[in-house]
């Protein structure tokens, strides 16, 4: 049975920063790009970035570039968040996805396998 589970939410001021983490079971892992998508109030839930599957290729929404930094380590299962100079905007629940793929492409779309989601509250 395929389980992604996220830990690492919480409340943090604007500025600040948070790790997420995502935990993979049931799959082999190293044949998923992994992505974090997130859903804020009355929103959709919107693409965040995504990591391939060896971590050669990585892609992120203009929204984060340059704040948030996506990570994998396959000998763990693991793939990470991590979210710096927060802003109110980026309060959602984060969610982790696995997609299937044969090679070193990013989707962003056609995502699987889904975690059941951490809250991110950033105060301003």
């Known amino acids: 049975q395929v389980q992604l589970v996220e830990s690492g939410g919480g409340l943090v001021q604007a500025g600040g920063s948070l790790r997420l983490s995502c935990a993979a079971s049931?799959?082999?892992?190293?044949?998923?790009?992994m992505g974090w998508f997130r859903q804020a109030p009355g929103k959709e839930r919107e693409f965040v970035v995504g990591i391939s599957r060896n971590g050669y290729s990585t892609n992120y929404a203009d929204s984060v570039k340059g704040r948030f930094t996506i990570s994998r380590d396959n000998a763990k299962n693991t793939v990470y968040l991590q979210m710096n100079s927060l802003k109110p905007e980026d309060t959602a629940v984060y969610y982790c996805?696995?997609?299937?793929?044969?090679?070193?492409?990013?989707?962003?779309?056609?995502?699987?396998?889904w975690g059941q989601g951490t809250q991110v509250t950033i105060s301003s």
């Open positions: 049931g799959l082999t892992f190293s044949s998923y790009a």
């Open positions: 996805a696995a997609a299937r793929t044969s090679t070193e492409a990013v989707p962003r779309l056609r995502y699987g396998y």
